[in-house]
């Protein structure tokens, strides 16, 4: 039973290869920043202020995370998301962190979400240290330490292409190594 937790700062391209890996992989996705954003946009906030929301109402991200280590522990997927692979890490066979510059993350965001290069860069800096602060408070995990990862790619001059094949190659290769049978 497969399970890869995909982690990483806002922008660094987290749901792109956690899709692709997964549809490699031919295993459901579950993105706790998919739910994040529905939840926002039901309640007709944008992210930081849904983010902003979370810091008082810790039942929120215990909610999303409950989710997300109930599937990681059932097997067979892919989770992602900021806390994925440390809600993840008792049942995943690989976790995988990816970075970006903050420029970098801004000018993704920007086009994803259709703003101004500013206004995501804000948006992204901002976001990551409202999650660095909520997740230190909830629970005790400091985003900047990524020795839980098997792997941690910078995401920053590479095309996603380029990033999903080195992805798919070390989670290939760690699954093969570990089911000792070809997996993808």
């Known amino acids: 039973m497969v399970v890869v937790a995909v982690s990483g700062q806002p922008g660094s391209g987290k749901t792109t290869i956690a899709r692709e890996v ?3 992989l031919k295993v459901p996705l579950v993105s706790s920043g998919t739910i994040f954003r529905e939840l926002a946009a039901k309640m007709g906030m944008d992210l930081v202020e849904f983010h902003r929301y979370a810091e008082t109402n810790p039942e929120i991200d215990k ?5 997300t280590a109930e599937k990681a522990k059932a097997g067979d997927v892919v989770v992602e998301g ?3 692979a ?3 890490r008792p049942y995943a066979d690989v976790c995988i962190y990816l970075k970006a510059s903050s420029e970098v993350r801004a000018k993704r965001v ?8 500013e206004e995501a860069l804000r948006e992204v800096r901002e976001r990551e240290e409202l999650n660095r602060k909520r997740y ?8 900047h330490n990524l ?8 995401t920053s001059y590479l ?3 380029d990033a999903v094949r080195i992805s798919l190659d070390y989670i290939c290769t760690t699954l093969e190594i570990k089911y000792s049978k070809k997996i993808c």
């Open 22 to 24: 997964a549809r490699v």
């Open 63 to 67: 909610m999303i995370d409950a989710l």
């Open 82 to 84: 900021h806390l994925a």
């Open 86 to 88: 440390w809600v993840a």
């Open 110 to 117: 920007s086009i994803r979400d259709k703003k101004s290069f």
């Open 136 to 143: 230190l408070s909830l629970y005790g995990i400091d985003i």
């Open 147 to 154: 020795t839980i990862f098997d792997l941690v790619l910078d």
């Open 159 to 161: 095309s996603i292409n």
